[in-house]
């Protein structure tokens, strides 16, 4: 039988899973500084290679996103650390299994440009900042001990993804391998995400778990104050009117409308990072904006938001946590060779095209946000936005609203989300 590729990837945490079929070190990105004076204070070139690759990811990111809004209720995930994840195990595929992988994460380069961009987009978004925020980013792989992993993919992954090797004994300890591998993400998302891998997914069978986990704290650069914040009526997705605690506050955001679509861009101290909502004007409106969502579809949307407005915004509070198992979502999706264990071809990562398959995507995310900002998979200091003279505008998000964290100087989707009930 084949062993199992298992696959972590991200506070929001996920699990990838390699199994065979016969035939410890760290990485952690850590940054937490004051704020600068401008959002454009510095103008930095970036390498359209890069530029490339956060484009893929962003069309992977709603690609995704349509297929798991087909579901009710709200929704909330990290395309981001799902692509990272994926982009290392894409490091050792080969065949119909790379082909199908690149395809499904809109990969427009040559390999080795691929993992040498996002080497460089991880230190865009998480290290060249002067922010105000905490944005951390883990990689790790976890090997079975004495299994004969090449070292040219261990050295690729170390090098462009800071993931280094760590043995462990899956095929006689998988319960204390799995316990590791918790502990770790655990750690890492400063224990908001716990028991990422459930019990029975690592067997004796599993040979490679690599895993991704990014922890966001944000404070928003106009922060709301919690004596304005008062119980008020959400109207969810089947009508029913629900009482919540609705932040409020009247300040300067950009802002626009678009196609009966509102948007609001809320910025984190510092203006690195930023929360994009897309409030449709009724529930149909929404569907219809899933639907259809892209990136091209979405650029009229960012674009509307281009202009400052004095807003009086009401926003409420609201706590998010999601679980996945993407086996069958990216399986649908077009990824299918790499599940099956007669065909998937892992041969980059031991040399042997039939030995290796993946056998499950886990992705776990967490969110909270309140009236200083925003955790996820998130936390750091608050800068008030001045005031001055600008249009006027009110902006009541008491019904259902797709959101997106980004980072500003990359466009990157890092957390994409629907609120569709804040109590659930």
């Known amino acids: 039988m084949k062993y199992l590729i298992t696959r972590l990837a991200t506070i929001v945490a996920g699990l990838l899973t390699l199994t065979y079929q016969p035939g410890s070190r760290d990485s952690f ?10 959002i454009a204070s510095e103008i930095k070139m970036i390498d ?38 994926l982009a290392m195990t894409y490091a050792g595929a080969a065949g119909q299994t790379a082909e199908e992988m690149a395809d499904l994460l809109h990969f427009r380069l040559p390999s080795p440009a691929i993992h040498s961009a996002f080497s460089q987009l991880a230190n865009l978004i998480a290290l060249d900042k002067s922010a105000g925020y905490k944005l951390q980013i883990a990689n790790r792989l976890w090997g079975q ?44 998302t400063e ?47 089947s009508g029913q009117q629900v009482i919540v605690p609705m932040m409020y ?12 679509v509102e948007v609001l861009r809320l910025f984190y101290v510092d203006y690195g ?19 259809n969502l892209s990136v091209e579809t979405l650029q009229p949307f960012i674009n ?11 926003l409420p509070k609201f706590k998010m946590t999601a679980e996945f198992d993407l086996k069958q979502t990216l399986f649908q999706m077009g990824m299918a060779t790499a599940f099956n264990p007669e065909a998937a071809n892992f041969a980059g990562m031991n040399g042997n095209p039939g030995d290796l398959y993946l056998s499950t995507v886990v992705h ?61």
């Open 191 to 237: 224990e908001n995400i716990k028991d990422l891998i459930p019990e029975g997914v690592l067997n004796n069978s599993t040979r490679l778990v690599l895993t991704n986990a990014i922890y966001f704290e944000g404070n928003w650069l106009s922060p709301f104050q919690s004596q304005y914040t008062e119980e008020n009526l959400f109207t969810t997705e």
């Open 273 to 291: 990072l930023s929360m994009l909502i897309l409030l449709p004007n009724s529930l149909e409106r929404l569907g219809q904006l899933e639907q």
């Open 249 to 260: 506050q009247k300040n300067r955001f950009w802002y626009g409308s678009y196609d009966g």
């Open 145 to 188: 001990q004495n299994y004969g992993f090449l070292a040219s993919f261990m050295n690729l992954t170390q090098e462009y993804y800071g993931s280094p090797f760590a043995e462990v004994d899956f095929q006689h300890q998988p319960d204390l391998a799995r316990d590791t591998i918790n502990e770790w993400i655990a750690q890492k």
């Open 304 to 314: 509307c938001a281009d202009q400052e407005y004095m807003v009086e915004l009401w």
């Open 364 to 424: 776990k995310a967490f969110l909270n946000v309140n009236e200083v900002g925003t955790e996820a998979g998130g936390a750091s200091g608050v800068i008030a936005a001045s005031r001055s003279t600008a249009p006027t505008t009110t902006f009541r998000a008491d019904h259902p609203f797709i959101f997106l964290i980004q980072d500003n100087e990359s466009d990157s989707i890092l957390f994409i989300g629907r609120l569709m009930n804040p109590l659930n």
């Open 48 to 85: 359209p290679d890069v530029t490339t690759i956060a484009d893929g990811n962003n069309r992977f990111a709603l690609d995704l996103y349509q297929h798991l809004s087909q579901t009710q209720g709200n929704l909330f995930f990290s395309p981001y650390s799902l692509s990272t994840a």
């Open 29 to 38: 990105l850590s940054f937490s500084v004051t704020s600068s004076e401008e």
